[in-house]
């Protein structure tokens, strides 16, 4: 029997993460909590429902979660409308989520072997010959999940499939060592190049992160970078020159891209179905101000000889 992991969605024909056309699978679990986050659903890695009060039919007139939940007062009602779920109390069994019948409540992932993910990706096969495509694993973080995309990867490689790993690479390094014989391209942020502040952002420090990406570097593995621009926390010229400092000194030629990703609140909606606070909220920026300092940034990488893009859509 195959592998199995968690994994949250399956999205077909996506054009931004990797050359070509892809199918990316996106696995539960990641060791940061970045603010900005866009996929809270992939935080933690193990199933949970998440709650959409406006697509309650009410518990005067339904109340089948309540029924079907085997945690007396795991599901929390307001005006007679499900809002909330006890996390401390909920079980994980996604029984409320079976019996809902009008998909108030909605399952944040699955498990899935190696051999149901192939099934998926076969499907395209025609596309990613004709585009130079293939599979990325992204998440969350799928490393921590690395002997499941280890083995997803090695059936890949079997049907000559292009694989790529978008990773915070904040793990021990026989994780990343796992998959590298089964993968060609890699894909990681730099978010900000001060330890502290970026432990003040994503829950963790940077070091881990940055010695990997040399480590890669080293063994002369192709990756793309990217750099989320956030206003007021990494957008600075002092970070941005650091930023560049140790792509040219430390990673040099085996960056083959970096990408300038815009701040936008994204996700807000998946935050309240599981009850989390979204970090972002109070900041505030203008739009056109940061698109501009956006292209200034992208222009100075340029000057320095990194080849730089703003967003995700790799020129090929």
Not at 199 to 227: F, P, S, W
Request: aromatic content about 8%; overall charge neutral; some cysteine.
């Amino acid at each position: 029997m195959s592998a199995q992991g968690i994994v949250f969605n399956i999205q077909r024909f996506t054009i931004h993460d990797g050359p070509g056309m892809r199918t990316e699978i996106f696995l539960k679990g990641c060791p940061l909590r970045c603010r900005w986050c866009s996929n809270p659903e992939g935080i933690k890695p193990y199933i949970q429902p998440g709650v959409y009060r406006k697509k309650c039919i009410s518990h005067r007139n339904c109340g089948i979660c309540e029924e079907s939940c085997p945690e007396v007062g795991a599901l929390q009602f307001y005006r007679q409308k499900l809002v909330s779920i006890d996390r401390a109390k909920c079980t994980g069994c996604m029984a409320c989520e079976a019996a809902c019948p009008s998909e108030a409540v909605k399952q944040w992932g699955k498990a899935m072997t190696v051999d149901e993910c192939m099934n998926a990706i076969l499907r395209d096969r025609g596309y990613y010959e004709r585009s130079g495509g293939g599979v990325t694993v992204s998440g969350g973080d799928p490393l921590m999940q690395s002997d499941f995309v280890a083995e997803l990867f090695t059936s890949c490689k079997a049907e000559n499939i292009h694989t790529c790993c978008e990773s915070t690479f904040h793990t021990d390094w026989s994780n990343i060592e796992k998959i590298l014989p089964v993968t060609d391209l890699l894909i990681s942020d730099i978010k900000h190049m001060d330890s502290a502040v970026h432990k003040e952002y994503t829950g963790v420090g940077n070091m881990l992160i940055l010695e990997n990406l040399k480590r890669l570097a080293d063994e002369g593995r192709e990756m793309i970078l990217r750099i989320p621009v956030i206003p007021g926390v990494n957008d600075d010229s002092a970070n941005i020159k650091r930023t560049a400092d140790f792509i040219e000194s430390e990673l040099g030629d085996s960056v083959r891209t970096l990408q300038l990703l815009s701040f936008m609140r994204l996700g807000v909606e998946k935050y309240q179905s599981l009850g989390i606070p979204y970090g972002m909220e109070d900041i505030r920026f203008n739009r056109r101000s940061l698109q501009k300092r956006i292209n200034e940034i992208a222009e100075y990488f340029s000057s320095r000889g990194i080849h730089c893009l703003v967003g995700t859509r790799e020129q090929e």
